[in-house]
């Protein structure tokens, strides 16, 4: 005889993340308006949000509507520290856990929904006992399910304080925790016909403006269109909406996802324009990324340098590799090639990334004659490896990334860039 165990996801979004860390962190800050960000608004608290700031706001915006906001610059290395402390909690409480986030994660639990829903409301309570700090929880049979159930979370909360979140913030009492939303199984798609249809996962404003003829304006509407017509004006994602739109997701909870790319960036306040340190920068990038590379026993055919400039708009290039490598020397040269090459505007930069793709494993094949010259470069390799994982990676640098110790600060693990998400 068999028993059936039904499998529910919860969806765990860490509450106004970068901005809560700063507020548990630094108690001069609670209950004021904060933005973590450079540029634009990468999180904000829920007093910032009583004066409509939002995430992805320009600065000069979210000023205009709160005069009295605080911005800082972030720190990523203590958002990662909270982030990790509650996988950790997580990965306690159940055997699979997807990171889809630092503050976005996917759990699978073999309960029904109103024991998921306990389940939740424990695992809640500990996250903010441990790290201090606020989640909202979905749950569903599905991963979309989960994460507009966590959606709805947030908004009943302040739904339920409406006009009275700010006098309840400023009197210096903690916002209450969002309910626990569960969606019982077979109401998928009744559950997400109401919600607006930019709320399934691909619906961007590119997909938004080809689909204005249409006339949508909730998931019940694209719900009902036909597959061919969806599909003649979105190609292959036109079916993967409808089946969104119809409650169907089946997307795995998967705990160890294989990554198909290494990417290293930074973001500066004010914009730069030196392209000798823009040179050094792209270097250090690199450095980090190879770095990344082989502690991960992996290789790359391939290499993109993306750019943002001053006023937002952005710029890339990229190069092909003859071989799979990880040879950091190559890939030094070539990301300096493509900044000198496709950094064409006269105008300073507000971010400078690389990213490593396609990642295959390195398959070190017995050659009949050896390679002498590769040989020490690999043995060399490792023993930077060594000492920066002892010392500390800033331990030890490339003579073409000294030009930053001149301008920015450090410590034993990296420079210290103005911006939160991207100082990695």
């Known amino acids: 005889m068999y028993t059936y165990v039904h499998m529910n996801i919860l969806h765990l979004?860490?509450?106004?993340?970068?901005?809560?860390?700063?507020?548990?962190?630094?108690?001069?800050?609670?209950?004021?308006?904060?933005?973590?960000?450079?540029?634009?608004?990468?999180?904000?608290?829920?007093?910032?949000?009583?004066?409509?700031?939002?995430?992805?706001?320009?600065?000069?915006?979210?000023?205009?509507?709160?005069?009295?906001?605080?911005?800082?610059?972030?720190?990523?290395?203590?958002?990662?520290?909270?982030g990790r402390h509650v996988l950790?909690?997580?990965?306690?409480?159940?055997?699979?856990?997807?990171?889809?986030?630092?503050?976005?994660?996917?759990?699978l639990l073999p309960v029904e929904t109103n024991e998921a829903i306990r389940l939740g409301e424990t695992l809640r309570e500990q996250v903010?006992?441990?790290v201090k700090?606020?989640?909202?929880?979905?749950?569903g049979i599905n991963k979309l399910v989960a994460s507009v159930a966590t959606q709805e979370a947030k908004n009943r909360r302040l739904e339920t304080y409406g006009g009275n979140l700010r006098s309840w913030i400023y009197q210096d009492r903690p916002l209450p925790p969002s309910p626990v939303v569960g969606v019982d199984p077979g109401r998928e798609r009744e559950y997400l016909a109401p919600w607006p249809v930019d709320i399934l996962p691909?619906?961007?404003?590119a997909t938004l403006r080809k689909l204005e003829p249409?006339?949508?304006?909730?998931?019940?509407?694209?719900?009902?269109?036909?597959?061919?017509?969806?599909?003649?004006?979105?190609?292959?994602?036109?079916?993967?909406?409808?089946?969104?739109?119809?409650?169907?997701?089946d997307r795995p909870v998967e705990s160890a996802k294989n990554q198909t790319s290494i990417g290293r960036r930074a973001s500066f306040d004010p914009p730069v324009s030196n392209r000798e340190f823009l040179l050094a920068l792209t270097s250090h990038l690199v450095d980090r990324a190879t770095s990344w590379l082989r502690l991960k026993g992996q290789h790359t055919r391939g290499l993109k340098l993306f750019m943002r400039y001053g006023d937002q708009q952005t710029g890339e290039g990229h190069a092909s590799l003859p071989q799979s490598t990880d040879d950091e020397t190559l890939l030094r040269k070539t990301a300096q090639d493509l900044l000198t090459r496709n950094y064409k505007r006269r105008l300073p930069l507000r971010l400078l990334g690389i990213e490593l793709a396609p990642l295959q494993l390195a398959v070190n094949e017995p050659l009949l004659?050896?390679?002498?010259?590769?040989?020490r470069i690999q043995e060399l390799a490792a023993c930077k490896d060594n000492i920066r994982e002892r010392f500390g990676f800033t331990s030890l640098q490339n003579a073409s990334s000294l030009l930053l110790d001149k301008t920015l600060a450090k410590d034993r693990e990296n420079y210290r860039f103005r911006t939160p998400c991207l100082s990695r």
Not at 133 to 139: A, E, F, N, P, R
Not at 369 to 375: I, R
């Open 202 to 205: 691909g619906i961007g404003h």
């Open 214 to 249: 249409l006339r949508l304006a909730t998931v019940d509407d694209l719900a009902q269109k036909p597959r061919a017509l969806l599909c003649g004006l979105l190609g292959k994602q036109g079916d993967r909406l409808l089946r969104f739109a119809q409650g169907i997701d």
């Open 128 to 130: 903010g006992e441990e």
């Open 133 to 139: 700090l606020s989640v909202s929880l979905g749950i």
């Open 13 to 82: 979004d860490i509450d106004a993340f970068f901005a809560s860390v700063e507020q548990r962190d630094d108690p001069t800050l609670r209950g004021r308006p904060v933005a973590v960000g450079t540029g634009v608004v990468a999180s904000c608290s829920y007093e910032a949000r009583c004066f409509g700031v939002r995430t992805a706001m320009r600065l000069s915006e979210a000023r205009k509507r709160c005069p009295s906001l605080l911005i800082l610059p972030g720190d990523y290395r203590r958002y990662e520290q909270a």
């Open 88 to 107: 950790a909690i997580c990965n306690d409480v159940v055997d699979r856990v997807e990171v889809s986030a630092l503050d976005d994660l996917y759990l």
């Open 369 to 375: 004659f050896p390679d002498t010259l590769a040989s």
